[in-house]
């Protein structure tokens, strides 16, 4: 009979590597994929139940909220506020920290999230996920959290992960031991260890960038993006591009098969002028799980995990996936700002 692991199974297995907190994080794990197998129900039956489309109301991002995106950022907080390990969360569809209201008991961890990513593809009914990062609170003070709590760089990350509802429902996280997938065997309810160490090639074949903000980059980037379809590349020929759309979709076909996925600065929008991506909730945890698995991750130049945070939504540019494809980024922009000087 074919060994089942599950999530708590596999946790207990690498805590004693590694050990976090006891069973507070695994609680704080079992009650997130709790939410996340709420979510999935929902985004199975999108089709068929009024979740569809948006709700006409415009998040902190400045984008109109999908109905999904709501109920997944609802369904999140509502049942991670009561898990008693929380001192606060970061969603992306809230514009401040999120504190755990008195009536529940406080921990020391921080969760920060995406509810819902890639959510533009809902009504096309293509991938789309859920992305979410620990931290642990440095430093207990008796007053409440404060922001300078939560903004943490990327390197403090106590785990990382996310949720992928795609043809099938999968988990793949860390903390810090290796990168792991599970897949939910709909039939007992778990998600079940189905890719265990996940690891990228050094090596990828695919890139993936939305070509379609080719006027909108500086001169490196469309350099760093030519450099993929062209011949003068580590293949000898050009990549295939792959581009979905959806960050949890684009990341996890790389992390799989290996690539790159890019989504550079450009200045379509003055109030967006490092690109679309969030440092808290998307490109951090994204770091974390691609670093872990053997890839980089960097904002063209510097390590994304080492940028310190000076806002709760700040945006960055993001260039990650397979190691020798990510290198070869950051020496354009090197020798970029080389001459440049
Ligand atoms: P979200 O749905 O959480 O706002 O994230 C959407 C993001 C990300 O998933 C994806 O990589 C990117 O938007 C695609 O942006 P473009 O449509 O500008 O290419
Ligand atoms: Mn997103
Ligand atoms: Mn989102």
């Not at 504190?99 to 890639?118: N, S």
Request: proline share 5%.
């Amino acid at each position: 009979m074919r060994q089942v692991t599950t999530v708590v199974e596999h946790l207990l297995l690498q805590q004693k590597e590694r050990p976090l907190a006891s069973g507070r994080f695994t609680r704080l794990l079992t009650e997130l994929i709790l939410a996340a197998k709420i979510i999935d129900r929902e985004v199975s039956k999108a089709g068929l139940l009024d979740v569809l489309g948006g709700t006409g109301e415009v998040n902190v991002q400045g984008e109109m909220v999908q109905k999904l995106d709501d109920f997944a950022n609802r369904v999140i907080i509502r049942r991670m506020e009561r898990v008693g390990v929380l001192c606060a969360m970061v969603s992306e569809e809230n514009a401040d920290v999120i504190e755990i209201p008195h009536q529940y008991p406080q921990g020391d961890y921080i969760l920060v999230f995406d509810p819902l990513d890639g959510s533009a593809n809902i009504d096309a009914n293509v991938s789309i996920g859920t992305i979410f990062s620990i931290y642990r609170r440095q430093g207990g003070s008796a007053t409440g959290v404060t922001l300078s709590d939560v903004l943490q760089k990327g390197s403090m990350q106590v785990a990382a992960g996310y949720f992928i509802y795609g043809s099938s429902t999968m988990l793949v996280y860390t903390t810090g031991n290796g990168v792991h997938g599970f897949t939910l065997d709909p039939s007992v309810g778990e998600f079940l260890l189905s890719h265990p160490d996940i690891r990228i090639p050094e090596q990828g074949k695919i890139y993936s960038v939305n070509e379609g903000y080719t006027p909108y980059w500086d001169p490196t980037t469309r350099k760093a993006v030519e450099y993929f379809r062209s011949c003068d590349n580590a293949l000898g020929r050009p990549y295939s591009l792959r581009y979905i759309g959806s960050l949890v979709s684009d990341i996890h076909r790389n992390l799989i098969y290996g690539g790159i996925f890019l989504y550079p600065a450009d200045c379509r929008d003055p109030k967006k002028p490092t690109g679309k991506l969030r440092l808290m909730c998307e490109a951090n945890p994204m770091a974390m799980i691609v670093e872990q698995a053997g890839g980089m991750a960097l904002d063209g130049r510097r390590r994304i995990l080492d940028i310190e945070p000076d806002e709760l939504h700040q945006r960055t540019p993001l260039v990650i996936g397979s190691k020798n494809d990510v290198l070869a980024v950051q020496r354009i922009y090197a020798e970029a700002d080389a001459e440049a000087r």
